[in-house]
């Protein structure tokens, strides 16, 4: 470590026990090992036992999804709704082409392509931290809604975005906390823009006291910190695509819930919808008030009819609200599925929706914990590269990390149907 | 350890030809690289695809199906398992033989269908008054 290359003069007359330099070796090669290729082995074999231990490791967590979504599988369908399956897709691409670049990178640093090899672990890098602002959108936008693990999950289909104080006052969080949740999306970017500008003082420092070296160490790490808020101008795009999300899940519960009586004819099934969001829009003061409005009494004449039976439902529906709203009891769900008091009752309660996405952040965490994992190592080896530390006997660091980033990959390839592709 | 300069060079000349200087890299060529991301690429955009599709209950398997095809394409090339020494493989491949026991032998008992165990606590009666 200590030495630069002493490749030459091989050493006559030296005790051999004595650890100093073996003169005969190259300084990259470990003094326990006799070839290259030895050392290489050794050092695959240890990083394989490792992704083995990672693999075991993950496993624990997809084993407690088996047993939630066998026990739930309705809850896991309509929680799943929520995650923006265009977000996980353009994820599993970054991921995806971040493999490519990285396997890419481990054969020019065997052919000792220093250059390209520089230019290719960058591109892995940025790619982990574009994968990173995507998550961030994804995460902030679901704790600004409440869609949080068991606990502390508040999401109101009536009021998908309530403000800082609306969280303190119906949901008994603590204003720091309720601040914290609706600006998450700044919390979460600041630690990388306090990266990105020190790695901009960084260059310039590097570029004005002309320290060659760190200066191309600075150059392609900036554009790596930058692009994290690549990451998240994208999240935005797609996601601002995807906006109401949410809003439509609710919308076609409600359209569901009016087709199964067939014969409540469609324009009634619309307003049906209308009424249930005007009432949602409304604060719980007014929720005595009739939703149906100066209508009511048509609609309940038009109930009379015994073939009538959408608007049947609907006035029941209607005098369920009204005695929940009076604070009495609700009783039988299941016999007024026109207004919106079923939808709470199928998947969306705290209770229920809480696990799947308790099991979504627990697993998508670890995974983006791994991620920033994979940042460190390839930071470091981004350094060696521009070093040029690599040559085609003496691989291994870039091949190993390599391993470590395809086996994040090979996670995700399982995460992403697992999560965002239930039906 | 006691001979170290010299049975380097005989030991690695048995092993191999040419004392480190055995070229045991083995670069993969780019168009085969390129072929496997572009492969991958195919197979995610028919799994976001086909979940556009309610193929009932085997949609499940079918997605898996899709998802090991995938991981099976990394782990070949990209972590270049089809040209590594076999035992790497057999490392990687009986982590798997202990998560497949690990899941189905805890799955097995998730549901607790046993006559031993009390019901499944939500399948509570329909109607029930509730006191808001």
Known sequence: MATIDSVSSPTDAHADDSHGHDHDHPSWLAHHFETPEQQFDSGKLGIWLFLVTEILFFSGMFCAYAILRMLRPEVFEGCSQFLNTKLGAINTGVLLFSSLTMAWAVRCSQTEEHKKLVALIATTLSCAMVFLGVKSIEYSHKWGMGLLPPGTYFYSAANEHPTAAQMVELHGFSESTAFFLTNSLYFLCAPFALIAAGVFIWLVVSKISGNAFQYACAKPLLVVALSFFGGVGLGTILESGGEHHGDEHVAAAGDHADAEHGDADHSHAVATVDHAEEVADESDANMVQTPLGDDYAAVKLLAENETNTGLKDLVVAEQTQQTMAEGKILKDSSTSDAGISTIPGNVNTPRQAGVFFGIYYCMTGVHAIHILAGIGVLVWLLIRAIRQDFNRHYFGPVDYVGLYWHIVDLIWIYLFPLLYLIR | ?132
């Open chain 2, 1 to 132: 350890m006691s001979d170290h300069g010299h049975s380097a060079n005989t030991d690695s000349a048995h092993s191999h030809d040419g004392h480190a200087e055995g070229d045991f890299a083995h670069p993969i060529p780019l168009p085969l690289l390129f072929g496997v991301f572009i492969a991958l690429v195919f197979l995610t955009i028919v799994t976001v695809a086909q979940a556009n599709f309610d193929l009932g209950s085997i949609d499940i398997a079918i997605v898996m199906f899709i998802a090991t095809i995938k991981a099976v394409l990394v782990a070949l090339f990209f972590m270049h398992l089809a040209f590594d020494k076999p035992f790497n493989l057999i490392v990687f491949l009986s982590s798997f033989v202990f998560v497949g026991l690990f899941v189905t032998i805890t799955l097995s008992d998730a549901k607790m269908t046993s006559p031993a165990n009390e019901n499944i606590v939500d399948e509570v009666p329909v109607a029930v008054s509730v006191d808001l």
